[in-house]
């Protein structure tokens, strides 16, 4: 009974015209990297070859009315690289990876070479995960600030644009996370971990955007929603 709740609760969300950035973390059979975020290459290939309204993550914040999906993935795990890239690609898929500095070239993580490969892909979009993968909130201002400012400047020098978008590692920011952020003029857009569709209700502050959360876990529940929403 609680699980048909949630899914009806989470379906009214998308009562409001809404559109979606997905959260990824592995797409694997096999991860290098033991993590409970995981998703079979099975389940990621049924989502992304279930709907077609796929677009950029910026297309998808600015123009959140039109029902559109957007493919994320936190952490820049080696097999986005390894399985993930190279199926998004074949469907011209668009995705963004969202990278933590201290974790590249790190084993079961990508190469400084394949995220520059990546992100020389006009179907891929490059963002902060900050430097040490560390939750901001509650951390002292000075460490925010350099978790914040290193790692745009360093994946702005290593691929050569402008970065624009983060998300926060494991989803936590507090109030001085977004004053540096504003003050400093560093993100446009910053997403959480959680909460769902970006709508009129969840699009007002672009420092604090929801992502849905898909892996093998929640995937009879996410697609269940996604399709109530985008079929």
């Not at 379906?11 to 059979?29: N, Q, R, W």
Request: hydrophobic content about 35%.
């Amino acid at each position: 009974m609680l699980s048909n709740f949630k899914i009806t609760y989470n379906k009214l969300k998308y009562t409001f015209p809404s559109s979606t950035v997905l959260m990824f973390h592995h797409v694997t059979d096999t991860p290098e990297i033991k993590r409970s975020i995981l998703m079979s290459t099975q389940h990621f290939l049924q989502v992304i070859d279930s709907f077609n309204c796929y677009f950029d993550i910026h297309s998808t914040v600015s123009e959140y009315r039109s029902k559109k999906i957007t493919i994320s993935f936190d952490d820049a795990l080696l097999d986005v690289y390894t399985i993930a890239y190279k199926e998004l690609v074949k469907r011209s898929i668009p995705f963004t990876i969202f990278v933590a500095k201290d974790l590249l070239n790190q084993k079961g993580y990508v190469s400084v070479n394949q995220l520059i490969e990546m992100a020389e892909n006009p179907l891929v979009t490059i963002g902060s995960h900050c430097v040490t993968h560390t939750p901001m909130r509650g951390k002292m201002i000075d460490e925010q600030t350099k978790e914040l400012i290193e790692s745009k400047l360093y994946l702005e020098n290593l691929i050569q644009k402008e970065i624009i978008d983060i998300a926060y590692p494991y989803g936590q920011c507090d109030k001085n996370t977004i004053r540096i952020i504003r003050k400093n003029n560093l993100y446009q857009y910053g997403f959480l971990a959680s909460g769902g569709p970006i709508n009129s209700l969840s699009s007002w502050n672009p420092i604090k955007l929801p992502r849905l959360r898909v892996d093998d876990k929640t995937f009879i529940k996410s697609m269940e929603i996604l399709k109530h929403a985008y079929e």
